[in-house]
C-alpha cells in the first residue's frame, strides 16, 4: 500500500521518527507549510517544547488544517510534546496555548520532572513491552471514556488511544525499537482500505 507519513518538523525531535518510519520502509515527509501537510495520509507530532510548538503551528499556519485534517479522521501520534498538543486539555500550559482536543485525557506539562530527572524504564503495553525514554515528560492526569490505555508503567498510563490518535508520554524514536510506529501505521492503512 502506498503511503506518505508526514512528520511535524517546526521543533524538537523530527528526525528521529523520519528515521523509525523510513527504518520500517515507510516514506516520510518534513511537515512545515499547509501544502506539505495536503500531501500525507498520517501525520506524527514529535516531542520538543509543547508552547514553542504551539506558537510555531499559529505562525507557520499550520495548526487550522491540522484541526481539521484531525477532525476528518487523518490518524495522528503524538508522542511527549506531541501528545500534549493533542490533548482535550493541558494542566499547567502557557495561556495562550492551544492544543488540538484530539484526544480526551487531561495532561500535566513536565510531571515527570525536569531535564536532570529524565528516566528510562519499561512500558508494559497491549502491543507489546517497549523500552521508554521518558524526557521531561508528560503525565496523564485524567482518562475519558472513549480513550484506551494501552501502555503503563507502575499502574500509570503513558500510552493511549481515542480512535485514529494515538499519544505517548514517552520518546519511542529514541529506543531503537520501531513497533510502536509500525502499530501506527497499521493504523493508518486500515483508515486508508475504508
Request: hydrophobic share 40%; net charge negative; aromatic share 6%.
Amino acid at each position: 500500500m502506498n503511503m506518505q507519513v508526514g512528520v511535524l518538523a517546526l521543533q524538537g525531535a523530527f528526525a528521529a521518527h523520519s528515521d523509525c518510519l523510513t527504518s520500517i520502509g515507510v516514506q516520510s515527509i518534513e511537515v512545515r507549510n499547509p501544502e506539505q501537510l495536503s500531501s500525507v495520509d498520517a501525520l506524527l507530532m514529535p516531542g520538543g517544547e509543547s508552547s514553542t510548538m504551539s506558537q510555531l503551528l499559529e505562525s507557520s499556519g499550520l495548526f487550522d488544517p491540522i484541526a481539521a485534517r484531525i477532525a476528518d479522521g487523518m490518524p495522528v501520534f503524538g508522542t511527549c510534546a506531541g501528545m500534549i498538543l493533542l490533548a482535550s486539555e493541558i494542566l499547567d500550559g502557557r495561556s495562550d496555548q492551544r492544543s488540538f482536543s484530539a484526544i480526551d485525557i487531561s495532561v500535566r506539562r513536565n510531571a515527570f520532572g525536569r531535564q536532570v530527572d529524565s528516566f528510562e524504564a519499561t512500558v508494559n503495553s497491549s502491543v507489546g513491552d517497549f523500552h521508554g525514554v521518558f524526557i521531561r515528560a508528560p503525565r496523564i492526569e485524567r482518562i475519558g471514556k472513549e480513550v484506551e490505555v494501552l501502555g503503563s508503567i507502575n499502574n500509570e498510563p503513558v500510552l493511549v488511544r481515542q480512535g485514529n490518535v494515538l499519544a505517548a508520554s514517552f520518546h519511542p524514536e529514541l529506543s531503537n525499537d520501531a513497533r510502536l510506529h509500525e502499530y501506527f501505521v497499521s493504523i493508518t492503512a486500515n483508515r486508508k482500505k475504508v
